[in-house]
C-alpha cells in the first residue's frame, strides 16, 4: 500500500503523528526524538539555533528547492556563519527581500521536526554585529558539522 502526504497535509498532523510518520520513513531504529537530544538536554533552547543531526539533516533536505540547498550550502561552506553582505553575494542577490522566501520555508519545515507544539525554532539566527555588514547569520555547530557532511564538505 502506498500512502502520499503533502507538506500541506504534514503540516496539519499533530506533532506526535507527524513523529511517527517521519519515523516510519527513517530506517526502523530511527527515532527522530531521541536523534534530536544531546545528552540530556533538548537540542533546541529557545535562544539558541536548532540542532540538526546528519540524519535530521538527510530527511530535511528532502523536497526542499536548489535555491534553499544552495543557501543551506553557503553556510556549510562558510562554517555555519556568515555576515549578511557575504550571504547577499554569494546567493546573487542585491537586498534582503530576495531572501525571505528561503528564511520563511527553512524556518516552516524545521519547526516540523521540533518536538514542542508551540514551536519557535530557528536553524538560523541573526546577530546585528557587525553592523557594518549587516549583520552575522549563525546556526549551531552540530547543524553546521551535519551540513558539512551532507554537503560532502567534512
Known amino acids: 500500500m502506498k500512502i502520499t502526504l503533502s507538506e500541506n497535509d504534514l503540516s ?13 520513513i527513517l530506517q526502523p531504529q ?12 533538548e537540542s533546541y ?3 539558541e539555533p536548532f540542532d540538526m543531526t546528519p540524519r535530521t539533516t ?10 534553499t540547498k544552495s543557501f543551506l550550502r553557503v553556510f556549510a561552506e562558510n562554517n555555519g ?33 521540533d518536538p514542542s507544539d508551540d514551536s519557535d525554532a530557528y536553524l538560523i539566527w541573526w546577530n546585528e554585529e557587525p553592523e557594518s555588514e549587516g549583520g552575522l547569520h549563525y546556526m549551531s555547530k552540530m547543524t553546521t558539522e551535519s551540513l558539512r557532511k551532507y554537503f560532502d564538505l567534512a
Do not use: P, Y
Request: a negative charge.
Open 12 to 24: 496539519n498532523l499533530s506533532t506526535q503523528t507527524r513523529t511517527e510518520i517521519m519515523n516510519l
Open 30 to 41: 530511527t527515532n527522530i526524538e531521541e536523534d534530536q537530544k544531546v545528552g540530556d538536554e
Open 45 to 47: 533552547e529557545e535562544d
Open 58 to 67: 538527510r530527511v530535511f533536505m528532502q523536497g526542499i528547492s536548489d535555491k
Open 81 to 113: 556563519e556568515i555576515t549578511n553582505e557575504k550571504l547577499l553575494k554569494a546567493m546573487q542577490v542585491e537586498r534582503d527581500q530576495e531572501l525571505k522566501g528561503v528564511f520563511a520555508g527553512i524556518t516552516r519545515k524545521i519547526r516540523r521536526f
